[in-house]
């Protein structure tokens, strides 16, 4: 399956039963009785055929209703987001959404502009290669980035919201419960309270 063509629903539903490890990153999987999408190596058990759905980038899973898995972490898959092969012009605007054009203030237009089109054709591109808008990918990317800050380190929510590239600690907060449907404190309560308790070391009997 090429990441630049239609995804192959049956190549994808093989590659998440078996979790294949290749295809990490290529494409995430939306269950529709939870409203879940996961990584396709996510390691809770796979749902049934009948009840999952396929999308190329997380950002068009959310578009479409599903939240973030926390056990498989959708935001930590290599090669997020997975657009390689697409348009051109696309792979470059990923490219400059990645490195943080829309997060200092700057819109789609003019992200449109430095690439040299309309920003309405530039919407029309991204629905169809990435399957969302150009301001949801950021979003997205904003919202991966800070959920890796909330797990990895005990950054105040206030630093991880400007540092994931937040205009305001507000719009974190909302975009955030949007996506998790949980306050990010509530997220980091249950990642640190599933991590392991330090190994104490025993000391011989005398």
Not at 15 to 44: E, K, L, M, N, Q
Request: charged share 25%.
């Amino acid at each position: 399956m090429s990441r630049g063509l239609a995804l192959d629903w049956s190549t994808c539903d093989r590659a998440r039963i078996a979790r294949d490890p290749r295809f990490d990153g290529w494409f995430f999987t939306g269950v529709s009785t939870t409203r879940i999408y996961c990584r396709p190596t996510c390691p809770v058990k796979p749902a049934k055929s009948c009840n999952v759905v396929f999308f190329r980038t997380a950002a068009a899973a959310e578009r479409a209703g599903f939240r973030p898995c926390l056990r498989c972490r959708p935001e930590t898959a290599p090669g997020t987001p997975a657009w390689n092969g697409a348009a051109a012009t696309v792979s470059r605007a990923m490219r400059l959404i990645e490195r943080g054009f829309l997060d200092d203030g700057k819109t789609v237009e003019d992200l449109a502009d430095t690439l040299g089109m309309t920003a309405r054709h530039l919407r029309r591109l991204f629905v169809r290669h990435a399957g969302a808008s150009p301001s949801a990918v950021a979003t997205t990317r904003r919202v991966q980035r800070a959920k890796a800050l909330v797990d990895q380190t005990a950054l105040p929510m206030s630093a991880v919201a400007f540092a994931a590239g937040f205009a305001s600690i507000r719009r974190f907060n909302a975009a955030f419960r949007a996506v998790y449907r949980r306050s990010p404190t509530a997220v980091r309560r249950v990642r640190w309270r599933r991590r392991p308790a330090p190994a104490i070391e025993s000391r011989p009997r005398r």
